[in-house]
């Protein structure tokens, strides 16, 4: 015992070693403690203090791996022996710290370790010693599996071999290690997957105890179930002491779950092969199999569920073969296997089947129709089983919501008389997370026995009568009292609201008091945000509740909300307004509509558009109900407010369209002081007065638009105002801004209404073709073609021939873009053949601006006759012009959208063409090819994902740097580099990104993660796409990222420690700082993947941030700003 007590001082503070803080640990004499922990572990017979010694040594390499790398032959020689110890604990902690030596330790160490366990495997002297290597190398996989990939080749032959050993310890260890090498190496492992499942489902099915037919073995297993009730299996527990085969069986259902979430371009073989085997073990006999079976199908459908974007594509759907279609047909089999286990004793077996049924509707919506009545007596059987617990009537009640809302109401209807007593029950119930779950079902039923919509299946038919009272009694009941969890009495209001929204008319007694709770609850703190959102449903009803009592309270204090600094409060209150002067005009006084006005003023602002939209939403249904309450609007805040917006660069989508309805609205009401001249002048007025212009255009744009909506309100006026603003133009004395007004204006006007009997109008339009200020000469263009649209006939021809003889083409051709982009289709098409012909006459322009205007006018027009006029295009690829096929490539470009179209079909046949142009050997023409991949990939990825086998290369090889594309030009005294490949490499590495999200399922991730790596050093903007393309890698690949996060660390790590030049320019250190900022961004979602701070590089990375106060800085910034981010994306208000 000499060497034990002289090893006793090392082994008494081991428990304070273990959190020995790691920037302490290098004072420690690593090196006699290294020493004697070998020795410990190679010589010491007592196996207590050798245990002690393993522990210390696997945290030690654990926490600080790389300060030992001196010592890690050594450490490696001691500890190989102990794999053949006579003690299994000894294995056991000898693997664990070979696990931790291999995150750290060099090639030749790591060289030394794997070919001693081929060695050892392919002796294969003692079976439990193979044991021991199989458990050995699958966690040196789980903990270094971008190292052992490359041995996979070698490993996986053996491990083959031993499953088919009859020993079921071994075959356990043998799957687990298929498990790892799935995970951790992806790509090395995939050659071998195939083998891999069929090895799985060969063994998930093992069960050599039990033979017996399958409806028997249904029966059997009820009745064990049944003889052992409270059994509840654990991790380490079996069945008896003879039978292993539940082990294997398990390991087999975990390994098919590691495939399966990270395959997911294998999803059609999975269906076929992978589903129904999972499917017909949801009978498997051990309870904790049956979980991890369960877990395995959940994956299955969790990984289809992303893939539904282009899975539900139609013309995917109709190859008949989609993971989708193929789901659908297995949910037969899958209800058949479910609704036996439902019944079952088991809480754990009925959690899943509720798990399950949850994910299957989430993925494949309606597609339980026609099994609910099989399903809904196993959904009450949960919720009235006494015994059940909480969380498994959470489950249940969260599965039936589910259900419900994603299934048609008529399909319940037999079944709302088993299915009323139980869910009331369980609003009555104690544990306020069941009541919770159960108001949210209480409300769907509400929506189930009496759909408002007239359309609705078997509405009709159905009488709810015999329900509303126990619906509406728990419901109250819940809504009454106070001492009730908050989660609580918000659903108990919303739930009522619905009730009220559905059923109100039924509920004429109970009715006044209900909404006198509504109103009690709108002044609380708390739940007014709730109760706001039930009276917009309730006042929205088209049973026309009667909420004539409460009004007089109600619109002042929803009144005051407005003026609350709570977003989402605002929003629902301007609905809830909205909607009860649409409904309850009448009954709204101008007392009322006073207290809504005077708190409108600071709600039409530019720092919030949508806030503003809505505001102007209610202001222009007040223009109709309350036209006498618009009187005030003079002169007032509000007026000022609408004309600040209307001048605001940010003015556009909704918030404009909402603007545009409320002039219309408002000039309709004929107010004093707001007639047509007078809102004329507010509007235009600023420009006219030769005060400073305004100083952005979309300020002219909105103000043109609202002009001309005035105008059409007005059609009378319309005649004076346009020839105001053609003399306008015509003045030499106006100001640019005058005339970039009027040209807009005129514009605007001449869209809606034909103005060919303005003589002189083509003549001034064309005269301001020569301004000196571009942004009159761009408006101009915009009018012509704008105007045109309103009489084509009239100015169509005119812009033609106009285009043909004159030297302002370039306008001419934008004014030919407008009328092709606005015009209708049968407007358009008795002139497709010329406006052609002059198309295809310019598309080999020397200006690349020319040559763009006229590929978008040729995709446009492409969309009008695609039979005819796609096959044209693509006969241009064979021209012998460059700018020729760079103009056809881009028009394509302008044929996809995210919308369904007629061309879709033929542009699909054809679209392997024009992306062949990636071949070019014009610069420009590949740069185009890529931007039209970009779009299509982007818009509509059905039409490029049976290409990328062919194009993914070349999109690939356009990422390289190519020194022959890099020219040196001189600037007086210095020299500049210009890259003539960068445009092009940055329209590949965009491709690259897009396809991250439209795409993922037919990419090589690997050989993806190669290109990135090189961006990663790439010139200053892409690197800042590669950035982004980690942070998104790392959430939808982060297996994958983690095999390759060291040779990611060193690329981020350049740029963060980069300095600039003392004396270089301002701009360069902005750049650098948005460098470092991007970078950093990167780090943040690489440390979000599970395990990758073990690596040792991004270990000493991060101490470098932490020891650098600048990039701390930068990096506490960005961990601050992601978790916000992460708060305001719950905010479900």
Same mark, same amino acid.
């Given at each position: 015992m000499?060497?034990s007590?002289?090893?006793?001082?090392?082994?008494?503070?081991h428990?304070? *070693?273990?959190?020995?803080?790691?920037?302490? *640990?290098?004072?420690?004499?690593?090196?006699?403690?290294t020493?004697?922990?070998?020795?410990?572990?190679?010589?010491?017979?007592?196996?207590?203090?050798q245990?002690?010694?393993?522990?210390?040594?696997?945290?030690?390499?654990?926490?600080q791996?790389?300060?030992?790398?001196?010592?890690?032959?050594?450490?490696?020689?001691?500890?190989?022996?102990?794999?053949?110890?006579?003690?299994?604990?000894?294995?056991?902690?000898?693997?664990?710290?070979?696990?931790?030596?291999?995150?750290?330790c060099?090639?030749?160490?790591?060289?030394? $370790?794997?070919?001693?366990?081929?060695?050892?495997?392919?002796?294969?002297?003692?079976?439990?010693?193979?044991?021991?290597?199989?458990?050995?190398t699958? =966690?040196?996989s789980?903990q270094?599996?971008?190292?052992?990939?490359?041995? *996979?080749e070698?490993?996986?032959?053996?491990?083959?071999?031993?499953?088919?050993?009859?020993?079921?310890?071994?075959?356990?260890?043998?799957?687990?290690?298929?498990?790892?090498?799935?995970?951790?190496?992806?790509?090395?492992?995939y050659?071998?997957?195939?083998?891999?499942?069929?090895?799985? &489902?060969?063994?998930?099915?093992?069960?050599?105890?039990?033979?017996?037919?399958?409806?028997?073995?249904?029966?059997?297993?009820?009745?064990?179930?049944?003889?052992?009730?409270?059994?509840?299996?654990?991790?380490?527990?079996?069945?008896?002491?003879?039978?292993?085969?539940?082990?294997?069986?398990?390991?087999?259902?975990?390994c098919?779950?590691?495939?399966?979430?990270?395959?997911?371009?294998?999803?059609?073989?999975?269906?076929?092969?992978v589903?129904?085997?999972?499917?017909?073990?949801?009978?498997?006999?051990?309870?904790?199999?049956?979980?991890?079976?369960?877990?395995?199908?959940?994956?299955l459908?969790?990984?289809?569920?992303?893939?539904?974007?282009?899975?539900?594509?139609?013309?995917?759907?109709?190859?008949?073969?989609?993971?989708?279609?193929?789901?659908?047909?297995?949910?037969?089999?899958?209800?058949?296997?479910?609704?036996?286990?439902?019944?079952?004793k088991?809480?754990?077996?009925?959690?899943?089947?509720?798990?399950?049924? #949850?994910?299957?509707?989430?993925?494949?919506?309606?597609?339980?129709?026609?099994?609910?009545?099989?399903?809904? /007596?196993?959904?009450?059987?949960?919720l009235?089983?006494?015994?059940?617990?909480?969380?498994?009537?959470i489950?249940?009640?969260?599965?039936?919501h589910?259900?419900?809302?994603?299934?048609?109401?008529?399909?319940?209807?037999?079944h709302?008389?088993?299915?009323?007593?139980p869910?009331?029950?369980?609003?009555?119930?104690?544990?306020?997370k069941?009541?919770?779950?159960?108001? &949210?079902?209480?409300?769907?039923?509400?929506?189930?026995?009496?759909p408002?919509? !007239?359309?609705?299946?078997?509405?009709?038919?159905?009488?709810?009568?015999?329900?509303?009272?126990?619906?509406?009694?728990?419901?109250?009941?819940?809504?009454?009292?106070?001492?009730?969890?908050?989660?609580?009495?918000?659903?108990?209001?919303?739930?009522?609201?619905?009730?009220?929204?559905?059923?109100?008319?039924?509920?004429?007694?109970?009715l006044?008091?209900?909404?006198?709770?509504?109103?009690?609850r709108?002044?609380?703190?708390?739940t007014?945000?709730? #109760?706001?959102?039930?009276?917009?449903?309730?006042?929205?009803?088209?049973?026309?509740?009667?909420?004539? /009592?409460?009004? /007089?309270? =109600?619109?002042?204090?929803?009144?005051s909300?407005?003026?609350?600094?709570q977003?989402a409060?605002?929003?629902?209150?301007?609905?809830?307004?909205?909607?009860l002067?649409?409904?309850?005009?009448? =009954?709204?006084?101008?007392?009322?509509?006073? @207290?809504?006005?005077?708190?409108?003023?600071?709600?039409?602002?530019?720092?919030?558009?949508?806030?503003s939209?809505?505001?102007?939403?209610?202001?222009s249904? *007040?223009?109709?109900?309350?036209?006498?309450?618009?009187?005030?609007?003079?002169?007032?805040?509000?007026?000022?407010?609408l004309?600040?917006?209307?001048? !605001?660069?940010l003015?556009?989508?909704g918030?404009?369209?909402?603007?545009?309805?409320?002039?219309?609205?408002?000039?309709?009401?004929?107010?004093?002081?707001?007639?047509?001249?007078?809102?004329?002048?507010?509007?235009?007025?600023?420009?006219?007065?030769q005060?400073?212009?305004?100083?952005?255009?979309?300020?002219?744009?909105?103000? =043109?638009?609202?002009?001309?909506?005035?105008?059409?309100?007005?059609?009378?006026?319309?005649?004076?105002?346009?020839?105001?603003?053609?003399?306008d133009?015509?003045?030499?004395r106006?100001?640019?801004?005058?005339? $970039?007004?009027?040209?807009?204006?005129?514009?605007?006007?001449?869209?809606?209404?034909d103005?060919?009997?303005?003589?002189?109008?083509?003549?001034?339009?064309?005269?301001?073709?020569?301004?000196?200020?571009?942004?009159?000469?761009?408006?101009?263009?915009? @009018?012509?073609?704008?105007?045109?649209?309103?009489?084509?006939?009239?100015?169509?021809?005119?812009?033609?021939?106009?285009?043909?003889?004159?030297?302002?083409?370039?306008?001419?051709?934008?004014?030919?873009?407008?009328?092709?982009?606005?015009?209708?289709?049968?407007?358009?098409?008795?002139?497709v053949?010329?406006?052609?012909?002059?198309?295809?006459k310019?598309?080999?322009?020397?200006?690349?601006?020319?040559?763009?205007?006229?590929?978008?006018c &040729?995709?446009?027009?492409?969309?009008?006759?695609?039979?005819?006029?796609?096959?044209?295009?693509?006969?241009?690829?064979?021209?012998?012009?460059?700018?020729?096929?760079?103009?056809?490539v881009?028009?394509?470009?302008?044929t996809?959208?995210?919308?369904?179209?007629?061309i879709?079909? $033929?542009?699909?046949?054809?679209?392997?063409?024009?992306?062949?142009?990636?071949?070019?050997?014009?610069?420009?023409?590949?740069?185009?090819a890529?931007?039209?991949?970009?779009?299509?990939?982007?818009?509509?990825?059905?039409?490029?994902?049976?290409?990328?086998d062919?194009?993914?290369?070349?999109?690939?090889?356009?990422?390289?740097?190519?020194?022959?594309?890099?020219?040196?030009?001189?600037?007086?005294?210095?020299?500049?580099?210009?890259?003539?490949?960068?445009?092009?490499?940055?329209?590949?590495?965009?491709?690259?990104?897009?396809?991250?999200?439209?795409?993922?399922?037919?990419?090589?991730?690997?050989?993806?993660?190669?290109?990135?790596?090189?961006?990663?050093?790439?010139?200053?903007?892409?690197k800042?796409?590669?950035?982004?393309?980690?942070?998104?890698?790392? !959430?939808?690949?982060?297996?994958?990222? $983690?095999?390759?996060?060291d040779?990611?660390?060193e690329?981020?790590?350049?740029?963060?420690?980069?300095?600039?030049?003392?004396?270089?320019?301002?701009?360069?250190?902005?750049?650098?700082?948005?460098?470092?900022?991007? @970078?950093?961004?990167?780090?943040?979602?690489?440390?979000?993947?599970?395990?990758?701070?073990?690596?040792?590089?991004?270990?000493?990375?991060?101490?470098?941030?932490?020891?650098?106060?600048?990039? @701390?800085?930068?990096?506490?910034?960005?961990?601050?700003?992601?978790?916000?981010?992460?708060?305001?994306?719950?905010?479900?208000?």
């Amino acid at each position: 015992m000499q060497f034990s007590l002289q090893i006793l001082p090392l082994l008494i503070p081991h428990v304070g *070693l273990l959190h020995v803080n790691c920037y302490l *640990l290098p004072t420690i004499n690593t090196v006699k403690i290294t020493g004697r922990l070998t020795s410990a572990i190679a010589k010491q017979e007592d196996v207590s203090v050798q245990l002690e010694a393993l522990d210390i040594m696997a945290d030690m390499l654990c926490r600080q791996g790389g300060l030992l790398v001196n010592f890690h032959p050594s450490i490696l020689s001691c500890l190989l022996p102990q794999l053949t110890s006579p003690r299994l604990a000894v294995r056991k902690r000898t693997i664990m710290a070979l696990g931790h030596l291999v995150m750290s330790c060099g090639n030749l160490v790591f060289i030394d $370790l794997i070919e001693h366990l081929l060695t050892e495997l392919g002796r294969n002297d003692n079976m439990s010693t193979t044991r021991t290597y199989i458990q050995c190398t699958a =966690a040196i996989s789980r903990q270094a599996g971008h190292r052992i990939g490359e041995y *996979l080749e070698k490993i996986i032959p053996l491990v083959v071999k031993f499953c088919n050993v009859d020993d079921d310890e071994l075959r356990e260890y043998c799957i687990q290690a298929f498990e790892s090498f799935v995970r951790r190496c992806p790509k090395e492992v995939y050659p071998h997957v195939p083998t891999v499942i069929s090895i799985c &489902l060969r063994y998930l099915t093992y069960d050599p105890n039990y033979n017996f037919d399958d409806e028997d073995e249904d029966d059997n297993a009820m009745d064990a179930e049944q003889n052992d009730e409270d059994y509840q299996g654990s991790d380490d527990e079996y069945s008896d002491d003879d039978d292993m085969s539940w082990k294997v069986r398990r390991a087999a259902a975990k390994c098919l779950d590691a495939v399966v979430s990270t395959r997911h371009e294998m999803l059609p073989e999975f269906y076929r092969s992978v589903s129904p085997a999972l499917v017909c073990r949801f009978k498997e006999r051990e309870e904790n199999v049956k979980a991890d079976v369960f877990h395995a199908y959940l994956s299955l459908l969790k990984q289809t569920r992303p893939a539904q974007s282009w899975l539900a594509d139609p013309d995917a759907m109709e190859q008949g073969d989609t993971p989708l279609t193929m789901l659908q047909s297995q949910v037969p089999m899958i209800v058949k296997a479910l609704h036996k286990q439902l019944k079952e004793k088991s809480v754990k077996t009925r959690q899943c089947c509720f798990n399950m049924l #949850t994910e299957l509707v989430n993925v494949l919506p309606g597609a339980l129709t026609q099994h609910i009545p099989v399903l809904i /007596p196993g959904i009450i059987f949960s919720l009235n089983d006494k015994s059940s617990s909480s969380n498994l009537k959470i489950d249940a009640l969260a599965c039936l919501h589910v259900i419900m809302v994603t299934h048609p109401a008529h399909a319940f209807h037999a079944h709302v008389p088993a299915l009323v007593p139980p869910v009331v029950a369980c609003v009555g119930d104690p544990f306020y997370k069941i009541t919770s779950e159960a108001l &949210l079902v209480t409300q769907q039923l509400v929506k189930v026995i009496r759909p408002l919509d !007239s359309q609705s299946e078997g509405s009709d038919s159905f009488d709810p009568s015999p329900y509303i009272n126990d619906l509406f009694t728990c419901t109250i009941r819940r809504l009454k009292a106070a001492d009730i969890d908050q989660e609580v009495k918000e659903r108990a209001i919303s739930c009522m609201g619905q009730i009220i929204c559905n059923l109100g008319d039924r509920l004429p007694a109970e009715l006044p008091g209900t909404l006198l709770i509504f109103l009690e609850r709108l002044k609380n703190e708390i739940t007014r945000l709730t #109760t706001v959102k039930a009276l917009t449903l309730i006042a929205g009803s088209p049973l026309k509740i009667d909420l004539r /009592p409460v009004l /007089p309270d =109600a619109v002042p204090i929803l009144a005051s909300f407005l003026r609350k600094n709570q977003r989402a409060l605002k929003l629902c209150t301007l609905a809830a307004l909205d909607i009860l002067l649409r409904n309850y005009n009448s =009954a709204v006084t101008p007392v009322m509509v006073d @207290a809504v006005l005077a708190e409108l003023p600071p709600l039409i602002s530019e720092s919030d558009m949508h806030v503003s939209q809505m505001a102007l939403s209610f202001l222009s249904t *007040l223009a109709v109900t309350h036209p006498s309450s618009l009187s005030q609007l003079s002169g007032g805040n509000i007026m000022q407010q609408l004309i600040a917006l209307v001048r !605001s660069p940010l003015l556009q989508g909704g918030a404009l369209a909402a603007m545009l309805d409320f002039y219309q609205a408002l000039v309709s009401t004929d107010t004093p002081g707001l007639g047509y001249m007078d809102l004329l002048r507010m509007l235009t007025g600023p420009v006219y007065s030769q005060s400073a212009a305004l100083p952005h255009k979309q300020a002219y744009c909105s103000i =043109a638009k609202c002009v001309a909506a005035l105008t059409r309100a007005c059609p009378t006026e319309g005649p004076a105002v346009v020839g105001q603003f053609i003399q306008d133009v015509k003045n030499s004395r106006s100001t640019d801004s005058i005339r $970039l007004l009027a040209l807009l204006s005129l514009g605007e006007v001449g869209h809606h209404v034909d103005l060919s009997s303005q003589p002189e109008l083509k003549t001034v339009i064309l005269d301001a073709f020569s301004s000196s200020s571009e942004e009159v000469k761009s408006a101009a263009s915009y @009018a012509l073609g704008s105007i045109a649209v309103g009489n084509l006939p009239e100015y169509l021809p005119f812009v033609l021939q106009e285009i043909s003889s004159s030297k302002r083409q370039y306008l001419l051709l934008h004014s030919l873009k407008e009328i092709i982009s606005s015009a209708s289709v049968s407007g358009l098409k008795p002139y497709v053949e010329s406006v052609w012909s002059l198309l295809l006459k310019h598309c080999e322009c020397q200006e690349e601006g020319t040559r763009n205007v006229v590929a978008e006018c &040729l995709g446009k027009l492409t969309l009008i006759d695609p039979e005819t006029l796609l096959p044209r295009l693509k006969g241009y690829l064979l021209s012998g012009s460059s700018y020729a096929r760079s103009s056809v490539v881009t028009a394509v470009k302008f044929t996809i959208s995210d919308q369904p179209q007629p061309i879709d079909p $033929l542009l699909k046949n054809c679209i392997g063409d024009f992306l062949k142009t990636l071949e070019d050997p014009d610069l420009n023409v590949r740069r185009v090819a890529l931007v039209t991949f970009n779009s299509a990939a982007h818009n509509k990825p059905s039409l490029i994902r049976e290409l990328l086998d062919s194009v993914l290369p070349q999109l690939y090889n356009e990422t390289k740097v190519r020194k022959e594309l890099i020219r040196e030009v001189e600037m007086g005294p210095f020299k500049h580099t210009v890259d003539d490949g960068l445009d092009l490499r940055k329209a590949a590495f965009e491709c690259m990104y897009t396809l991250l999200d439209s795409c993922l399922d037919r990419i090589d991730i690997f050989t993806f993660l190669n290109h990135v790596e090189d961006g990663l050093k790439d010139h200053y903007d892409i690197k800042m796409l590669t950035f982004l393309m980690l942070a998104r890698l790392s !959430s939808l690949c982060p297996s994958a990222v $983690l095999q390759r996060l060291d040779r990611l660390v060193e690329p981020l790590r350049a740029t963060c420690t980069t300095k600039v030049k003392a004396n270089s320019v301002k701009q360069e250190f902005e750049k650098q700082d948005e460098l470092k900022r991007s @970078a950093m961004r990167a780090v943040v979602a690489l440390l979000t993947i599970p395990e990758a701070e073990k690596s040792p590089l991004m270990s000493e990375f991060q101490s470098q941030i932490s020891s650098n106060q600048e990039l @701390a800085a930068i990096f506490d910034s960005i961990q601050r700003d992601s978790s916000s981010a992460n708060m305001e994306s719950m905010d479900t208000s």
